[in-house]
């Protein structure tokens, strides 16, 4: 399976990216590409991530020693946000990421040469809110967002990350085109919030739902207080969340790219064989209140998905870039 996944990755192009009209729209939009372009053999390369649960395998391949099997120096670099992963990267002083498939986007937006060598998670959120705006959901679908600016005089109060990411594009899909009511910005009143101040924030008040990860989705479904609306696999089935993405210095040395795959899937299917072992690895290392027993409870949620091939995101990437050059987002 290895040789086959390196050698299937999806390659991204500006020539690609002109005729599609979008870098978005061929973030994964094929399984193409050619590993071993210019034959180059690399020293290093700086492996960077984002410390969210999505980027699981990351974890694994870290605590486990994967990294230490690719045939080069590997350097981590750990960063806060997907945006400061793509500024890096632009600048030439980031060869790998695990980030969001957006970020990439992004990337290739910005002339960036390179291409997703692998995925690591999709399905990856739900929209969750306090009962009595569920229970109203539950009752009314998309009716409940109007009916609840009626009796409370304000419209729905949502948390979500920046606008941008890969959740606020998944929560835009699901208001505009899944439930059809409007603009996002006309249905609902967005504030940002990170994914772990979310647990907080609904609690406090300040907000009626948020769309959010695992393992953070996990705290709150564990409320009474609170109750979930969607979970993003049935708004967008098999979208992606985060991915591998690799420069074209990868891309040029076939030994390393094909590498980074192979550990990439050793890793996924760690993940599956000892999915606690692979918990305490991310809790490990993401720290910022993610407990070894709450990453291992969030194991069990359809919305902890680890896999590796790119094509298992090929159709709903294409989906999601077409909608956000539609959006103007990104």
């Known amino acids: 399976m290895g040789l086959e996944l390196a050698t299937r990755m999806v390659h991204i192009s500006r020539r690609r990216l002109l005729q599609k009209a979008s870098a978005t729209t061929v973030a994964a939009a094929g399984i193409a590409g050619c590993l071993g372009r210019g034959g180059r053999s690399l020293d290093s390369v700086t492996v960077a991530y984002v410390p969210i649960y999505p980027n699981m395998q990351h974890y694994v391949m870290e605590q486990e020693g994967f990294y230490e099997d690719v045939p080069t120096d590997v350097t981590i670099e750990r960063f806060s946000s997907g945006p400061s992963v793509v500024k890096a990267f632009a600048s030439g002083d980031v060869d790998v990421a695990l980030f969001g498939i957006t970020p990439a986007m992004v990337l290739v937006e910005k002339d960036t040469e390179g291409g997703v060598l692998a995925a690591n998670s999709r399905n990856g959120f739900k929209v969750m809110g306090t009962t009595e705006f569920a229970d109203l959901y539950e009752q009314e679908g998309p009716a409940s967002f109007e009916h609840f600016e009626q009796e409370h005089g304000r419209k729905v109060r949502f948390g979500a990350p920046p606008d941008g990411s890969v959740p606020d594009i998944v929560l835009r899909y699901w208001i505009q085109e899944d439930l059809g009511v409007g603009e996002m910005e006309s249905v609902i009143d967005k504030s940002k919030v990170p994914p772990g101040k979310a647990v907080q924030t609904i609690p406090s008040g300040d907000i009626d739902a948020t769309i959010i990860q695992e393992p953070f989705a996990t705290i709150i479904e564990q409320d009474d207080g609170f109750g979930e609306l969607a979970w993003s696999g049935e708004i967008l089935e098999n979208h992606p969340v985060t991915v591998l993405f690799a420069n ?48 291992k409870a969030a194991m069990d949620s359809k919305a902890s998905e680890f896999i590796s091939d790119p094509r298992a995101i090929t159709e709903q990437a294409a989906t999601i870039g077409e909608f956000v050059a539609r959006s103007s987002v990104v």
């Open 248 to 295: 074209q210095r990868v891309l040029d040395d076939s030994d390393v790219a094909q590498s980074l795959v192979e550990q990439h899937i050793a890793a996924t299917e760690f993940t599956t064989d000892s999915p606690d072992a692979a918990a305490a690895h991310a809790a490990s290392v993401i720290g910022s209140g993610v407990s070894e027993d709450l990453a």
